[in-house]
């Protein structure tokens, strides 16, 4: 269950995988469970850091205690500060009684803030004082109240370039990433699909959709820009189509190109290309070798600014990964684009 401004998360989180990354991940959730400091989870949207969250949680000494998340750009700016630290009643318009806070709720427990990244500069100094002296106020309050909270915070942005914005306090970023866990791209890790998949529609309600190999080997090569997320609404949308059906690779075609952010659909055609100024050279080219060289010169450049990652490769290149894939075989181009 997802525990967005929830505490005691009444299901137990599952991380579903058998990639090398999602394993590792797990071993670090055994290791860290019992350590105090706290925990930056970073990765794109939908990768499955509120899942490392809760299970950091219940693996913990912390479990028989709350867990308590909040997303921090889920509430509105002004509010933020009753919502971490509780307000007394009178502190402000509207607050007609007394409430406390995620980091007293959280007592004992976790207190899990997602999208950090999103958080007012004038709320991080308050955030980075209260972890330093684990005291918080309440709104309208200067008695200060004693909390016991393990902080697990989550971004989907990168916090060193929002520290470079001037976004972002860099001594906050110390404070939180004392242990940090990096979640990969589903697109990255696409052996752990078919396990995914079978996770998903066993927990539909109704005669379970099963998925033939062609259909998954499908799957497995989408870029999924929305990671799990995106996976987990297209097996509910398999399920929904073709309750108790088997769906081979033309129905998850026609699955994935239903207004699915993977395959956006185009009302009008795309404009045509400009032309391209004169650049031919007088005499004979060799125009194969060129243009091989050039997109070879591109795919490392690519691959070495995104640290060899495939899939943010891909993206910026305008290609499906598998297609990516594909050309560094054929070019001999070696995974982080180094010679
Ligand atoms: N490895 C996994 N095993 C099982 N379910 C997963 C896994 N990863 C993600 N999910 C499911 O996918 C959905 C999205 O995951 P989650 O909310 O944890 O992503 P997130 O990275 O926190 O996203 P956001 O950045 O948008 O908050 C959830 O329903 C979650 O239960």
Redesign the pocket.
């Known amino acids: 269950m997802?525990t967005r401004h929830g505490t005691f998360p009444t299901q137990l989180?599952?991380?579903?995988?058998n990639s090398n990354a999602?394993a590792n991940i797990r071993n670090e959730i055994e290791t860290l469970a019992d350590s105090h400091a706290s925990v930056l989870?970073t990765?794109?949207?939908?990768?499955?850091?509120?899942?490392?969250?809760?299970l950091l949680h219940q693996r913990s000494r912390r479990a028989a205690h709350p867990f308590v998340a909040l997303?921090c750009a889920a509430v509105a700016p002004d509010l933020l500060e009753s919502e971490m630290f509780g307000h007394e009643a009178g502190a402000f318009t509207g607050a007609l009684k007394a409430r406390a806070g995620r980091f007293e709720a959280a007592h004992g427990g976790t207190l899990f803030l997602?999208?950090v990244g999103d958080m007012p500069l004038a709320m991080q100094a308050k955030l980075l004082r209260a972890l330093e002296t684990r005291v918080v106020e309440r709104v309208g309050s200067m008695l200060p109240i004693a909390v016991d909270v393990r902080l697990c915070a989550?971004?989907?942005i990168n916090l060193f370039a929002a520290i470079d914005r001037g976004a972002f306090r860099s001594d906050l970023l110390y404070r939180l990433d004392v242990i940090r866990l990096v979640?990969p791209a589903?697109a990255d890790r696409p052996e752990?699909i078919p396990l995914?998949v079978a996770?998903?529609t066993a927990q539909l309600p109704g005669p379970a959709v099963t998925f033939d190999d062609d259909a998954l080997a499908l799957l497995m090569a989408q870029p999924w820009p929305g990671?799990?997320?995106e996976?987990?609404n297209f097996v509910e949308r398999a399920q929904a189509h073709h309750p108790g059906g088997r769906i081979d690779a033309d129905r998850a075609t026609r699955l994935l190109h239903r207004d699915s952010p993977t395959t956006p659909r185009r009302t009008t055609p795309p404009p045509p290309p400009p032309p391209l100024p004169s650049m031919l050279p007088a005499g004979n080219i060799d125009l194969k070798t060129i243009l091989s060289s050039m997109e070879q010169a591109y795919i490392v450049e690519a691959l070495q600014a995104s640290g060899g990652a495939i899939a943010a490769s891909a993206k910026r290149l305008g290609l499906q990964r598998t297609t990516l894939i594909e050309k560094m075989r054929r070019l001999h181009i070696p995974p982080h684009g180094q010679a």
């Open positions: 997802k989180a599952t991380l579903v995988g999602i989870i990765g794109p949207s939908g990768s499955g850091k509120d899942v490392v969250a809760q997303n997602d999208e989550a971004t989907s979640m589903l752990d995914l996770h998903f990671n799990v997320r996976l987990k």
